[in-house]
């Protein structure tokens, strides 16, 4: 078997977005990189979206922009814009093959479907895997999206839904998502924060169908693209024994528990492992931030004690200015703006939820 330089086991987002960091940046030109990767072949599966707080490599994948939000709760809703930080998503077909075209032309870059046909006892590994025991106990955040079109012009394409509650909580956090790609095609969303236990929580199609016949309006439309997933919103183990292993993506930390963004931290992560990849099994751990870890603890914490009380604690949330909530979320908020999203929520819960 072949001895490799690098390998990376999983060709997803995290693992194709560093291989691509390495590549266009002539870090593979005398070194080799096997990619371990499962799936026979890349398709649109997803859409990443997030606030664009920095530039990144794939700006021509974006499938659209957009500088207006709302949240939306029964009783109320409120609209922000923000010019600076336009919110983003990210065709993962398009991103594919970008960095896969880019990728083949380097004879040093090879796929395998299973780490045990390369030799990797020398290698530098980067790891994707989320290799924590599942729970169904845990909390995550699972959801269905469908990309729908209509006959005729009815979305208003300059703004997005990011959070619609009125909808059935049933005893847990529910919300849909609207993201309107033109004026006749949006990506509509239902999504949930809570464990796995109730099976009834996943009739993601019916819940869908009611909300764009009965919130929407919309009775006539046709489905392009269906995507459906579930995000960890619980701390992976970052250290392994061996330490020629460094994990990435959701399995390295970078998933931010409280909203489940990873598309711009796994960027981010990428960069480091770049500027560092000379020494990077003797690097320090790459992290989004203590401060938002012990946060998002506190703040989960909160929402599987008291879900009931989660679309008025998110819509409050967003009552600070669209600069601060946007930073906030995007892990590069200061300490002032820290203590405005703090003075926003309930105190008492969350104290004791602090002290828990």
């Not at 599966?45 to 490599?57: E, I, L, P």
């Not at 025991?133 to 300059?158: R, V, Y």
């Not at 992976?236 to 020629?244: A, C, D, G, M, Y």
């Not at 460094?246 to 998933?255: D, E, L, P, R």
Request: proline share 2%; net charge positive; glycine share 4%.
């Amino acid at each position: 078997m072949k001895e490799f330089d690098y390998v990376i086991v999983g060709g997803g987002c995290a693992g194709l977005s560093l291989a691509y960091e390495l590549e266009i940046n002539d870090k593979l030109k005398n070194k080799t990189l096997a990619i371990i990767e499962t799936r026979e072949e890349y398709k649109r599966d997803k859409t990443w979206s997030f606030w664009k707080v920095f530039d990144h490599n794939f700006e021509d994948c974006v499938i659209k922009s957009w500088n207006n939000f709302t949240i939306n709760t029964a009783d109320n809703s409120n609209e922000l814009t923000n010019k600076k930080f336009p919110y983003q998503s990210i065709d993962s077909g398009k991103f594919y093959k970008k960095i896969n075209s880019k990728l083949s032309a380097n004879s040093n870059i090879s796929f395998f479907r299973n780490l045990n046909e390369v030799n990797s006892e020398n290698s530098i590994i980067f790891n994707s895997i989320f290799e924590k025991d599942f729970a169904k106990s845990d909390l995550w955040q699972h959801f269905q999206g469908i990309e729908i079109e209509t006959p005729k012009n009815i979305f208003d394409e300059e703004i997005i839904n990011l959070m619609d509650f009125n909808c059935d909580q049933r005893e847990d956090v529910h919300f849909f998502y609207t993201l309107p790609f033109s004026k006749n095609k949006a990506l509509i969303e239902t999504t949930w924060l809570s464990d796995l236990e109730d099976q009834s929580l996943r009739d993601y199609d019916l819940q869908l169908e009611n909300y764009i016949k009965n919130n929407l309006g919309i009775k006539n439309y046709k489905i392009n693209f269906t995507e459906r997933g579930a995000i960890p919103l619980f701390s992976p183990s970052l250290r392994n024994n061996n330490n020629k292993i460094i994990n990435i993506g959701s399995a390295g930390g970078m998933t931010r528990l409280s909203t489940g963004y990873t598309f711009l931290n796994i960027q981010e992560h990428s960069r480091y492992i770049l500027k560092n990849i000379e020494n990077i099994n003797k690097a320090k751990i790459f992290s989004i931030g203590k401060k938002y870890q012990f946060l998002d603890k506190v703040f989960l914490r909160v929402l599987e004690k008291h879900p009931e009380k989660m679309p008025k604690i998110f819509f409050n949330m967003f009552k600070n200015s669209s600069n601060t909530i946007i930073k906030f979320l995007s892990n590069k908020s200061n300490i002032i703006e820290d203590i405005h999203i703090i003075s926003k929520m309930p105190k008492l819960i969350f104290l004791k939820a602090l002290f828990n």
